[in-house]
């Protein structure tokens, strides 16, 4: 499996740039949003050396995407704050994929030789400074979690469970670096799996069992460890195991509880607002939120508001669900475009080689799954990391395409 370098130019001025970009690349997944925010600037800029790229058929699924969020904010209570909104879309979602899967100017061959290291060194040292002071050490842990650099705890375990599929792309071709492989994929499966996020958990072990399921030989014994040191650092870890009990939607569980409430009031919004919801990102408008939270808030959910002031907060910020929240922010039209992106998607990796068809669906499998229990596309993190990913394996499989047309 042959890997596509960037562009076969020989400026050297282009090359330093190129040499660059890959290295910025390679830390991109691990750094703070003004350190990404700054990268995808000059990754726009890089589209204007080759503007094919922004015709390319893959992107479609993306383009629709964004211009039904366009739609629905048009016809909104705030059209204009609506359409500023799915300036995430663009520049979160669309800019990452468009550079890692088609700009000329990044060398992706030595960008996949280096990301294991790269997650050895700052993932490593994330989880070693969690073990050695458990109460927390980053600025943003407020409960004790393990936390990256790029902050939450949240936003972390969707960096590191996008992440994995691409690691795994080296696998199958580079056995002189496996052993990093494994490494870096153990550091990101014990990371997870004391992260204490419960979405992810359900979707890097649906990611695994599909690995395990359609893998042969010595990989399938591979993914059967990764999935039992995953399964057994979550049961050994108290903090991890207690966290798992609780997902049981009791009341005295409020977390898992106020979840099924959430969703609950989120479809009856979306009954009054069946075609084109609120407003793309219209939700984040505290005001309005809470006059549709007043209004349309189940009688249970209004009692939780009631008894844990602290929920009102979580509540202004979204429903805990991707496709609640389509369903609220862009009504059936936001939602249908949602779900077309992910077909859309499956249908490609179903198409191409073997190992990157599982790789690829998998990637999907994490990204649904887990936003089934959160509003994962509300995190520019997590969409960054997750279109980085999707980029890198869309572009490993054209490569694929042109080296077997060549053969």
């Known amino acids: 499996m042959k890997i596509s370098n960037a562009s076969d130019t ?11 970009l890959t290295v910025a690349s390679i830390l991109f997944p ?93 993932l490593g040292v994330a989880l070693c400074l969690h073990l050695l002071y458990p109460k927390g050490w980053h600025i943003f842990n407020r409960d004790g979690g393990l936390v990256g650099f790029v902050g939450g705890k949240l936003t972390y375990a969707g960096v590191i469970s996008f992440i994995l599929p691409v690691l795994l792309l080296k696998l199958s071709e580079d056995q002189k670096g496996s052993s990093t492989i494994f490494l870096s994929s153990l550091i990101i499966l014990v990371s997870l799996a004391i992260n204490g996020t419960r979405s992810y958990y359900l979707g890097i072990v649906a990611f695994l ?10 990989f399938k014994l591979i ?21 798992v009990k ?13 979840r099924i409430e959430m969703w609950k009031t989120g479809l009856r919004i979306f009954k009054e607002h069946p075609l084109l919801g609120i407003g793309y990102e219209l ?17 249970k959910l209004q009692e939780l508001r009631q008894k844990f002031p602290s929920l009102e907060k979580a509540l202004r910020g979204h429903l805990h669900s991707n496709y609640i929240m389509m369903l609220v922010g862009g009504g059936i039209l936001l939602f249908l475009a949602f779900i077309f992106f992910f077909i859309s998607f499956f249908i490609f990796f179903t198409k191409i080689p073997p190992q990157i068809r599982l790789l690829g669906v998998g990637l999907l499998i994490i990204f649904a799954i887990s936003g089934i229990f959160e509003y994962s596309f509300g995190d520019a993190e997590v969409i960054q990391n997750f ?14 395409e042109n080296n077997n047309k060549n053969a």
């Open 30 to 122: 691990f750094m703070p949003n003004a350190y990404r925010t700054i990268f995808l600037i000059i990754a726009i800029l890089t589209v204007a050396y080759r503007p094919s790229i922004v015709t390319k058929k893959e992107i479609t699924p993306f383009y629709i995407l964004f211009f039904a969020a366009i739609m629905v904010s048009v016809f909104s209570k705030y059209p204009a704050k609506g359409i500023f909104n799915t300036k995430g879309i663009l520049f979160d979602l669309i800019v990452p994929f468009f550079f890692f899967a088609f700009s000329p100017l990044i060398k992706r061959r030595k960008l996949l030789k280096l990301l294991p290291y790269s997650v050895i060194v700052f």
């Open 10 to 20: 020989t400026s050297p001025l282009t090359e330093h740039i190129s040499n660059f």
């Open 283 to 299: 939700w984040s408008e505290p005001n309005y939120s809470k006059k549709l939270l007043d209004k349309y808030g189940t009688s």
């Open 387 to 400: 279109s980085m990913a999707l980029g890198l394996l869309v572009s490993q499989s054209k490569a694929d």
């Open 209 to 218: 069992i599909l690995m395990i399921a359609f893998s042969k030989g010595t």
């Open 223 to 243: 993914y059967m460890g990764m999935l039992l040191i995953f399964i057994a650092t979550v049961i050994l870890y108290p903090k991890s195991f207690n966290y």
């Open 246 to 258: 609780k997902s049981i939607p009791k009341e005295e569980n409020v977390s898992a509880f106020s």
